[in-house]
Each structure stands twice: as C-alpha cells, then as structure tokens.
C-alpha cells in the first residue's frame, strides 16, 4: 500500500525500494552460471584422471600432464572473465573482491608452514557464505593466485590449488541461507572441517601420480581397478599428509568459530551499503 507521510513523501507498507534494487555482488546469470558448470567440470576430471587413464594414455606418464594443469587454469578464469565480461561484477564488488583476496593472500604465508596451520580457507568461507556461490568462487581462486604471486609459489600445483580453493568458496555460498547466529558459525565451522579436508585429498590426487614413481606399495598404477588405486591412494594420503589436512581443519574450523559471527556481521554491513543483496 503507497500513501504520503506529513512531509509529503511517498511511503510503503512493503519492502523499500533500495532493498528491491539489491543485486548479489557476483549474481549467476546463465552464461556465468554455465562457465562455471563446464570449469568445475573439467577441473573434476583433471583431479580424477589417475583413476580413469588407460596403460597406454599419454597421461598415464606424464607427458601430457602440463597441458591439463594449463586447461584447468583457462577454464578457472573464464568463469571470471565471462562474469566481468557481462557485467555480471560492479566496481564495487570488485573492489570487495580484492580486499578480501589480498586479506586471505596475507594470512596464507603467516600462518601455513607449522602443522598444517592454515587460516586462508576461514576468509574464503566466510566470504562464500555471505556474498554467494559466485562470489565465493571468484574470491577461492583470485586469493591463492595472489599469494602465490607474493610468495613465489607459482608452480605446476597452482591451478589445482585455485580450483580446490574456489570449491570451497562456491560450497560455503551454496549452504542453507536460513540459518543464522550460532547455529551459523557451527554449520561453517563444521563446512570447513569437511572443505579442509576434500581439498587436501585433492591436492594430493593432482600430483600422486607423479611423486612417487613406479614400484612401490603407495605408487599410482595407470589400468588398474579403480578399488585398487584408491586403496594405495588412500594409504598415500595416510602417510604423507594426514597430520597436515587434520591441522588445517581444525584451524579453519577455530579459526570461523573465534572470528566468524564479527566477521559475518562486519561484511553483511558491507554488502549492505554496497548495494548488494542476499545471494540468489
């Protein structure tokens, strides 16, 4: 119902107007939502190939191995690309983006190195969370390419980190949106302990096959059953980098638990002032 206040301005019993013309700061429009389908894609099965490749593939010694690493990068930024290219991300979110990349890309060498401590996964999360799947997607792959960038860390493993990272970010935005305080925290907390893991197990799967070589009882055998290859890489996993995935976990998890509701209220103000609505 529209009536006049005593100053003679329009008023509403419904929402306002400036809550209306809220948008997502990275909203999923068809052609960004469809880039971002085909990068993940192609990204699972660049993670997954050592459990598919046949014997006399390529792949299976390695040779091949660098044009996959480079194709996973391509189709991570043109989920990027695309998005800006359609307008899909405003000055504003860009620059919300940034801060938070460069934020997350400081905490990475301060605090991984020491039991698998590692507090970038508790900025990309809370990040996700607020701002959506895409955004949380963008903000997974710009902050570990920073860091690598400031870090010189800037390898093979690179495009496999940053997709990993803009998983966690996409699943933090895709998590229910109704569930706030407490219960918030403890639902990204526990996000995180999972996320934290699965992106260890990924980075493992990205290289096993190559670190170990052939001949051994942990060693990737290119033909085998697929039971079997999980098995030794399940082993691996167990043996080279439980207590770093196990370290990691529990400091995203605390990590959200200690700054999460500040943090998740210092952006949601942010995003407010933006302009920019609950993710869709």
Do not use: C
Not at 212 to 237: C, E, H, I, K, M
Not at 244 to 264: E, H, K, M, S, Y
Request: aromatic share 6%.
């Amino acid at each position: 119902m529209i009536g006049r206040d005593v100053t003679g301005r329009d008023v509403t019993g419904g929402a306002s107007d400036d809550g209306a013309r809220r948008r997502p700061a990275l909203p999923l429009v068809p052609r960004t939502a469809l880039a971002l389908v085909l990068a993940s894609v192609a990204g699972g099965i660049a993670f997954t190939w050592p459990l598919l490749v046949a014997p006399t593939s390529g792949l299976a010694h390695g040779t091949d191995a660098p044009l996959v690493l480079a194709g996973v990068l391509v189709a991570v930024m043109v989920v990027v690309l695309v998005a800006l290219g359609e307008r899909g991300i405003d000055v504003k979110a860009v620059a919300l983006l940034g801060l938070l990349s460069a934020v997350g890309a400081v905490l990475r060498p301060l605090s991984a190195g020491t039991a698998g401590i590692e507090l970038v996964f508790t900025v990309i999360v809370l990040g996700g969370r607020v701002l959506g799947p895409g955004f949380g997607f963008a903000l997974g792959s710009t902050t570990l390419f920073t860091s690598a960038l400031l870090t010189g860390g800037v390898g093979p493993w690179l495009p496999f980190q940053m997709l990993g990272a803009s998983w966690v970010g996409l699943g933090a935005g895709l998590l229910p949106g109704a569930v706030r305080g407490r219960r918030e925290v403890g639902l990204l907390a526990g996000y995180g302990i999972v996320a934290a893991l699965a992106f260890g197990l990924a980075m493992n799967l990205s290289f096993w096959p190559f670190q170990l070589g052939g001949g051994t009882g942990l060693s990737f055998v290119a033909g085998d059953p697929v039971v079997d290859n999980l098995r030794r890489f399940a082993l691996y996993s167990a043996a080279t980098s439980l207590g770093w995935d196990v370290g990691r976990a529990i400091t995203t998890a605390v990590g959200i638990a200690l700054v999460g509701r500040p943090v998740l209220a210092a952006l949601r103000r942010t995003a407010g002032r933006a302009g920019f609505g609950p993710p869709a």
